[in-house]
């Protein structure tokens, strides 16, 4: 079971109308109503379950620029400025706090990639990203037995609470007069003309101009039945809490044998910092030439699986009539099971370098399923073949820090206005158009 998530009452009934349509309620789905909302625009956010009840909830909660794609760091650049002002445009709790995040450096290999990365992505940008050791690094993890090389260390980042953010944007959207609804599967869209009329959902019609679809890892599922080919797969990642704890370090780290981030109870996450299992699906082979250079660029640290979802996603239909019930209403919420074994090592071992986490009590387990895509990079896109359809989705983990800038930016594509940073690099068409497929090394 995933973790307790804060609630979110519905709107009242649903519209006959809306200028657009937001399809999922996690922290891309609600960050683009609120973005909407705040122009004035009609929209109504459609969540086949509960606000974050997926992938927006179970993440590690940080919110980074340090390490990204190079892409990707305009965007997140205006997703932090958002992050600072979010709790007092919400009217709520996000949890986000300015804390500083670390990337151990283990080896003079690993000083080596992350030093690259300082100049050749952080440096341009002029982030505050550096190398650290010494003293400096002593104090930002007190209590530390374990002597690394350095640090990769970015004071303005920071972190939020997944089970609180999302939830508190969707209220702040519905504040501003978003229509927000839960357990409101959208079964289909309509056209007329050749572009977007309507949304057929479990509840009724709504017709509108134009559609986002913020959907996760159901995303690939939606967008086929529409004919909209999205290369995009599943990533399982296992997560652990533990009760509050006195005394552990308040900036959060990751090294190859763990990953850690205090949560604002005191309590702190705690991952496997090196690990991802990719359960095999059709799918894998389907896009098995378009995610290769990911499958190199990733060797070690991507593990296959064989397991139950192989044959869930095989006999999952991939079209459906519209006034029936659909996948989407049968699976409210993707609950995967957790692989214990994978956080609680990385605590065994984060208990080795910190002896303050010997006695943490773990409270929880979960998983989650984060949607990837072949260069590791969102689609944040209009779609060609169906003018008035947006996509959303592929934030290959990096979707909770990135979400609110992803949110204003797929309002400005909606609305034509100009965008927030260029928004080529985020082209859906980029798998199709002959562009190469390339990851950023220094990530």
Known sequence: MGPQVDIVENSDKLPATSDVVVIGGGIVGTSTTLALARRGISVTLCEKGHIAGEQS?????????????RREVPLVISALRLWEGMNELVGGETGFRRTGILYACETDEALAVRETWADEVARPYQLD??????????????????????????????????????????????????????????RGVETTGGRVSGVVTEKGRIACNAVVLAGGAWSRLFSGSLGITLPQLK???????????????????WTSRYAYRKRLDGGYNIADGNSNIHPLVPDTFAFFAK??????????????????????????????????????????????????????????????????????????????????????????????????????????GHGFGIGPGAGALLADLVTGATPLVDPSDFRLSRFFDGSKIWLDAGV
């Open 57 to 69: 909830s179970r993440n590690w909660g940080w919110v980074r620029k340090m390490g990204r794609d």
């Open 129 to 186: 990203s550096r190398l650290i050791s010494g003293k400096e690094l002593e104090e930002l993890t007190p209590g530390m037995t374990r002597k690394l090389k350095g640090a990769l260390y970015t004071k303005s980042d920071g972190r939020a609470e997944p089970q609180k953010a999302a939830p508190a944007i969707a209220r702040g959207a519905r504040a501003m007069g978003a229509t927000v609804l839960q357990q409101c599967a959208v």
């Open 235 to 253: 990533v399982l990642s296992s997560v652990l809490r533990t009760a509050p704890l006195d005394g552990g370090p308040e900036t959060a780290m």
């Open 291 to 396: 995610f290769l250079p990911a499958l190199k660029h990733e060797w070690g640290a991507i593990q296959l699986r064989l397991d139950d979802r192989f044959m869930t996603e095989l006999r999952m239909p991939k079209k459906w009539d519209l006034d029936k019930a659909t996948p989407f209403e049968q699976t409210r919420t993707l609950d995967p099971t957790p692989i214990k074994k994978l956080p609680d090592t990385a605590l065994g071992r984060l208990a080795e370098d910190f002896p303050v986490f010997k006695g943490a009590k773990v409270e929880q387990h979960w998983a989650g399923l984060i949607d990837v895509t072949p260069d590791a990079v969102p689609v944040i896109s209009p779609v060609d073949s169906l003018p008035g359809f947006f996509i959303g989705t592929g934030f290959s």
